[in-house]
């Protein structure tokens, strides 16, 4: 996502908060991000790194001083509003379901192949022996089960690469929530 997209979508999102606080806060993205492009950061891998529009939104709502602290121009980052502990038990909760749903998706997808594959060999060498059609019809069960125990894991894979970082952020905002609050 380049600098224009993002400061749409971050504009976007603020409707919930005066429109001078929206001007400020995305005025002072719009800054952070030519400062880093100033300084030879790749513009889209520094928006990356930001986190999503989403998350951003959640933690100034979270944090009463972040407008304030725009507003005085002081110099932080949204990433320190995790502590450390929160990020190591966050990564681990994490790493353990992503090998889990990983370990699940890849045993659909082998199953599925390789009753596909066997289906469709008995299915061919039924036909050219002319077996009885209850016995090709069970071969195109196993067909049909192959190819949806293919698309069950490959849809597995899919959540892996496009939703877990989302999802990671979210665990992460719950964990440090539950320790601060353990903390008080």
Same mark, same amino acid.
């Given at each position: 996502m380049n600098k224009y997209e993002f400061l749409y979508k971050l504009n976007k999102n603020l409707d919930s908060f005066k429109s001078s606080d929206r001007d400020e806060i995305t005025h002072y993205y719009d800054e952070l991000i030519q400062d880093a492009v100033d300084n030879g950061e790749n513009e889209d891998a520094f928006i990356d790194r930001l986190g999503s529009v989403e998350t951003i939104i959640r933690t100034i709502k979270k944090d009463d001083t972040f407008v304030t602290n725009v507003k005085e121009k002081k110099d932080f980052e949204l990433r320190k509003v995790f502590s450390a502990t929160s990020k190591l038990v966050g990564y681990a909760i994490f790493v353990f379901v992503i090998i889990v749903i990983g370990s699940i998706a890849f045993s659909f997808v082998t199953s599925g192949a390789s009753l596909l594959v066997v @289906?469709?060999?008995? #299915?061919?060498? @039924?036909? !050219? $022996?002319?077996?009885?059609? #209850?016995? +090709?019809? #069970?071969?195109?069960? $196993?067909?049909?089960?192959?190819? @949806?125990?293919? +698309?069950l894991g490959a849809s597995?894979?899919?959540?892996?690469? !496009?939703?877990?970082?989302? !999802?990671?952020? !979210?665990? +992460?905002?719950?964990?440090?929530?539950?320790?601060?609050?353990r903390g008080e």
């Open positions: @289906g469709t060999t008995r #299915m061919i060498i @039924g036909i !050219k $022996n002319s077996v009885s059609s #209850m016995t +090709l019809i #069970m071969y195109a069960g $196993n067909i049909f089960l192959g190819i @949806g125990l293919l +698309l597995g894979f899919w959540w892996l690469i !496009k939703q877990s970082k989302d !999802k990671l952020e !979210k665990l +992460l905002e719950w964990i440090q929530k539950t320790l601060d609050k």
